[in-house]
């Protein structure tokens, strides 16, 4: 009770003379602080203001500390220098908890293995017959929401395109693909879709992965899925998305054929997707065509 008063005190702004803790254990403060936070749960969350909002703060106190919201980085400010200073990030990530259900935004940025730079928030869903204890997002990979209909034939429901075994997804607007880069008319190796290039792990973390034949297989089963109609009114809201020819990467079938890759090859040259339209089955393609992905975690 003696540190809930004096933290009371210490909100309404009023001076006291005292250590305060706040924690989830009940201990005492440390004896060199006079704030000690502790939590196995949880954060210190500072105040958080747009770059406006901190250039307004008037005669701001030497190392006040603050998160931009407009940049999402730290500054504390610094007197000396009458400014604001960058509190520099390093190189180490932690890779936050996640409860499947909600929802996950990514920041793609354009370079080998995103075409073009944007931030997409995705939904994910678990339960999914067939495989019930993994997450799925419910769109594809790139696509900017989820499809509005089975038919949905826009560049924004689509997402992106994938070779398989290939890093780099491809943008196609209907007219133009992105990159613009020489086709792959041609994958002949004897090799499934490794880790290094598979684009869920690189895009969503550690985790995050493409399905395995095997998973789309028990989905496809155990939804009784016999035509495009089956995966468009699952919880996936797999659409026919389409996909790019292998000869030459033009766009083709959307709005009328979807796909989606496995990990798994079958040959060399071909490797096994989950393919609806009038069926929906799984077919061993041709490696060099880019079709839609899902990502999927355990």
């Not at 105040?47 to 008037?58: D, E, F, L």
């Not at 390093?90 to 370079?111: A, K, Q, R």
């Not at 997409?120 to 997450?135: H, L």
């Not at 009114?233 to 009328?256: E, V």
Request: glycine share 10%; with cysteine; aromatic share 10%.
């Amino acid at each position: 009770m003696k540190h809930l008063f004096v933290l009371l005190l210490f909100v309404a702004g009023i001076n006291v003379s005292a250590q305060v803790a706040i924690n989830d254990d009940g201990s005492a403060p440390h004896n060199s602080a006079m704030l000690d936070v502790k939590s196995s749960s949880k954060g210190l969350l500072p105040s958080r203001m747009t770059q406006a909002q901190i250039g307004s703060i008037i005669d701001p106190a030497n190392g006040l500390l603050v998160f931009c919201t407009t940049d999402n980085k730290m500054y504390i400010y610094v007197s000396t220098d009458v400014q604001w200073k960058e509190v520099t990030y390093g190189t180490g990530t932690i890779t936050p908890g996640f409860l499947c259900g909600g929802t996950i935004t990514i920041s793609h940025m354009e370079g080998s293995v995103a075409p073009v730079t944007k931030t997409v928030t995705y939904g994910t869903v678990t339960n999914i017959p067939g495989e019930t204890t993994k997450c799925w997002i419910t769109s594809n990979l790139g696509a900017d929401h989820q499809a509005t209909a089975k038919t949905d034939a826009t560049e924004a429901s689509a997402g992106w395109y994938w070779q398989f075994n290939r890093q780099q997804g491809y943008m196609h607007d209907g007219s133009i693909r992105t990159p613009a880069t020489t086709w792959i008319s041609s994958i002949d190796e004897n090799s499934g879709w490794v880790a290094a290039n598979d684009p869920c792990t690189l895009e969503f973390g550690n985790g995050w992965r493409i399905p395995t034949g095997t998973e789309w297989g028990n989905v496809d089963a155990a939804g009784n899925w016999t035509s495009a109609n089956g995966p468009w009114n699952s919880a996936l809201k797999l659409h026919q998305a389409g996909s790019l020819h292998f000869s030459d990467g033009s766009l083709q079938s959307r709005g009328t054929g979807g796909s989606q890759w496995s990990t798994d090859m079958d040959f060399t040259t071909t490797a096994w997707l989950l393919g609806f339209s009038t069926g929906c089955n799984m077919n061993s393609y041709n490696k060099a065509f880019a079709v839609s992905v899902r990502c999927i975690k355990n």
